[in-house]
Each structure stands twice: as structure tokens, then as C-alpha cells.
């Protein structure tokens, strides 16, 4: 157990994920995917398999499904009638509690010093789904600049690299860096704060070296008591024998699980609003 480190500096960024943070998205995956399951007569979606699933590429995702499922039906069939089922539920995603008044109080916020703190959004979903879920909000993710969101599908991620591995948010750091106002400093990896609903995305901002807050769905946190330490630190083992050096320890103090994003600690983090 590392002792929980305390001097850390102040907030200058913060990178989000969507689906399950952001708005209720992960309720109608979940939604999408039973109406399938239903329809060829196999059991409701369960959590534990969802668990493994959340925050990963579609392909990663995908694989861990199927082989759960056993369908009577090739994956390409699938994806057309999952498909078919999204675009009639995601145009009616939802805010999450507390998000609105978090993004709206980010853009004002300040490091004590005075420096801005800047937002970039950080999401496994491909531009078609992001777009289905978000067109309607837009007033919302108004807040994310086109040039500071990066999606599942995003060219500069290469192949096999999604969540837990740590590169989204490393690349969502890089487009801050390269847009900061004139004589702005550089924002490093232990200035930026992830937010997360899922297990894999934890460990993601946890290799990149960032700070985490850990927001999970409570049928999540049924499948991981016990183990919350673990998630915390990155040591899951969801992200396999690699890198192993840039995981966290038990305790160390780099990341904490909130509810919900409601009556967010600003001070705690550096952060002046």
C-alpha cells in the first residue's frame, strides 16, 4: 500500500467520458441490446458481462458479447438491428445528475493562481452514435470544442489502443496543449482530472497518469465490492500485462469514487468557482 499522496497541483484540465457520465446512454445500450436478446429467446444482458464490456471500443466490446450471447445470428446481423434500435432510443438521451451545472461552473473555474481550466471530452463512441446521442444536446457539448473532442474513431488512435489502454486521454490531453491561449504553460498528465463511469476507462486515466474521479452505475458498483480499492489504483487487470509500471497503487490518493457528479468538491481539486 503506497501512502496517499497529498501535494498535488491544481486542476488545470478536465477529461470526460460520455456514455454512462455525461448522459444515460449505458441504460439504453442496455435497452438496445435486451430487445435483441429477447427477440432470439436468450437471457436479459447481466452485469457482470456488461461490467467488461462498458467503456471499451465497439470491437473489444463486441467480442465479450457474442461470446456471452451465443446468437443464433452472424455479428454483422446484429449490428443491423442493434443499430435499427439506437436510432430510435438515443436521440432521447438525458443528462446525468449534477453534469449540467458541472459544465456550466468549468467554465468559469480557476486555479487559484488564476489559470483557466480548460475541458476536452474523451468518448469510445464513433462519430455516428456520438452524433445520434448528442444533436439534441447540443447546448450541453457546446462546452467541448470540436477540436477538443475525441472520439472512438478518432484516426490518431491506433488500432487495438482504446480504453484500458491509456492513449484517449493522452491524445485529449495534446489537443489542450495545442490550443492554449499565448503564454499559456503546457498542462502535464498530474494536472488533469478524468471522469469516468467505467472500469476500464479508471484504468485508461490512470496509465495516462492523470487523477480520476469514478462515477459508477450502482448495479457497477454491486459487481465490484470489495474491490473498489482495486479500481481506483487501475489494478483491475483489465488492460493486461502492459505497462505495468504506470498503474497506481491501493490508496494512493490519485483518485476517488463520487455518487454522482452532484455537489462536485471544486476546493479539493484546486479549482476556484
Not at 471500443?57 to 456471452?68: D, E, K, T, V
Not at 449490428?79 to 459544465?103: C, D, H, M, N, Y
Not at 476500464?200 to 454491486?222: C, D, F, K, N, T
Request: glycine residues 8%; charged residues 25%; contains cysteine.
Amino acid at each position: 500500500m503506497a501512502p496517499s499522496r497529498t501535494d498535488f497541483p491544481p486542476i488545470r484540465a478536465c477529461l470526460f467520458d460520455m456514455d454512462g457520465l455525461l448522459i444515460d446512454s449505458e441504460d439504453k445500450y442496455t435497452l438496445c441490446t435486451n430487445a435483441i436478446l429477447a427477440r432470439y429467446n436468450r437471457p436479459p444482458l447481466p452485469w457482470s458481462i456488461k461490467a467488461q464490456m462498458q467503456g471499451r471500443p465497439g470491437s473489444s466490446a463486441g467480442a465479450i458479447f457474442h461470446q456471452w450471447a451465443q446468437l443464433p445470428i452472424s455479428r454483422e446481423q446484429y449490428l443491423v438491428e442493434q443499430a435499427e434500435i439506437q436510432r430510435e432510443l438515443f436521440p432521447s438521451t438525458k443528462p446525468l445528475p449534477g453534469v449540467e451545472k458541472l459544465l456550466a461552473d468549468l467554465q468559469a473555474a480557476r486555479t487559484p493562481a488564476g489559470a483557466k481550466v480548460h475541458v476536452a471530452l474523451a468518448t469510445s463512441s464513433h462519430e455516428a452514435n456520438f452524433k445520434l446521442k448528442t444533436t439534441h444536446l447540443e447546448s450541453l457539448f457546446a462546452v467541448f470544442e470540436p477540436h477538443r473532442r475525441v472520439l472512438g474513431d478518432d484516426a490518431r488512435i491506433a488500432h487495438g489502443r482504446g480504453k484500458p489502454a491509456p492513449d484517449i486521454y493522452l491524445l485529449a490531453l495534446q489537443t489542450i496543449n495545442a490550443s492554449l491561449a499565448e503564454g499559456e504553460k503546457e498542462i502535464t498528465p498530474e494536472e488533469c482530472l478524468v471522469f469516468e463511469d467505467s472500469v476500464p476507462g479508471v484504468e485508461a486515466g490512470r496509465r495516462a497518469g492523470m487523477r480520476v474521479i469514478w462515477v459508477p452505475h450502482p448495479e457497477l458498483l454491486v459487481e465490484y465490492t470489495g474491490r473498489e480499492k482495486e479500481v481506483l489504483a487501475g489494478r483491475t487487470g483489465e488492460g493486461g500485462q502492459v505497462d505495468l509500471h504506470q498503474l497506481g497503487e491501493i490508496d494512493d490518493g490519485w483518485a476517488e469514487r463520487l455518487p454522482t457528479l452532484e455537489r462536485f468538491p471544486y476546493e479539493k481539486y484546486g479549482m476556484v468557482v
